[in-house]
C-alpha cells in the first residue's frame, strides 16, 4: 500500500504543527493510507505539547499523548509528499533548508484558501485513477493547489495565511490560534474526502 505523507511545520513542534498533525490524523483517519508526521524548525526536542495545545488538541477530538518534539531536518522534508507550514515564516525557513520542497509546501491557511474554489473538474485528474489508489488521487491535490497560485485571490492580509503562534502567550491567544487552524484542517479534510470519492461522469 503506497503512503501519503503529510508533515506539518512551526517553530518548536510544541503547539502548532502538533495540533495540525493530530487534527489532520483524526480527520483523516478513514484513509490508512495517509502518514502523518510534524517538526519544528528550532523544534524542542524530546519535549510535549504545551498543556494548552495539548487540551485544545483532546477538545477538538484528537490525541496529543504520544507527541514528542524533533527537529525540522532535509529528509524529513524529502519523505513529504505535501507540507503545511503553520507560517509564512516557516515556509522561507523550509524553502532554505530543502529547495525542491517549496513545489509542494504551503501555510496550511494558504493552502485553505488556493483550494476553496475547487470544483470537481479541477478534480478530474483523480477522478480518472482508480478508486483504491488513494494516495495518487491525493497526490494530484498538491497539483491542483499548486497551480492556483497567482490565480486564486490574495489574502486580505498576507497575515491571513499565517496561524498565530501562542507559545508562552495567554490562553486568549491559544483560542485564536485555533480558530485559524481549525477551520483549515476542516477545508483540507473536505478536499481529501472529495478527491477520495470523486468519480467522472
Do not use: K
Amino acid at each position: 500500500m503506497q503512503t501519503f505523507s503529510i508533515l506539518t511545520v512551526c517553530s518548536g513542534n510544541i503547539c502548532r504543527s502538533p495540533l495540525a498533525e493530530q487534527l489532520l490524523r483524526s480527520g483523516l483517519a478513514p484513509w490508512p493510507q495517509v502518514s502523518l508526521a510534524s517538526a519544528g524548525t528550532i523544534g524542542m526536542t524530546g519535549h510535549p505539547m504545551t498543556d494548552q495545545a495539548a487540551a485544545l488538541s483532546r477538545q477538538f477530538g484528537a490525541d496529543p499523548v504520544a507527541h514528542v518534539a524533533r527537529e525540522l531536518s532535509a529528509q524529513h522534508l524529502a519523505d513529504a509528499n505535501l507540507v503545511f507550514a503553520m507560517s509564512r515564516e516557516h515556509r522561507r525557513a523550509i524553502a532554505e533548508l530543502a529547495p525542491r520542497a517549496i513545489r509542494y509546501t504551503f501555510t496550511i491557511r494558504e493552502f485553505a484558501r488556493l483550494i476553496s474554489g475547487v470544483t470537481d473538474l479541477d478534480l478530474d485528474e483523480a477522478a480518472g485513477l482508480p478508486v483504491d489508489d488513494i494516495s495518487g488521487r491525493f497526490a494530484t491535490l498538491v497539483e491542483v493547489a499548486a497551480s492556483q497560485r497567482g490565480i486564486a485571490a490574495p489574502p486580505v492580509s498576507a497575515d491571513d495565511d499565517d496561524v498565530v503562534d501562542p507559545y508562552r502567550r495567554s490562553d486568549d491567544t491559544y483560542a485564536e490560534s485555533a480558530r485559524q487552524l481549525v477551520p483549515a484542517v476542516d477545508a483540507v479534510v473536505s478536499l481529501f474526502q472529495r478527491a477520495a470519492t470523486v468519480v467522472r461522469h
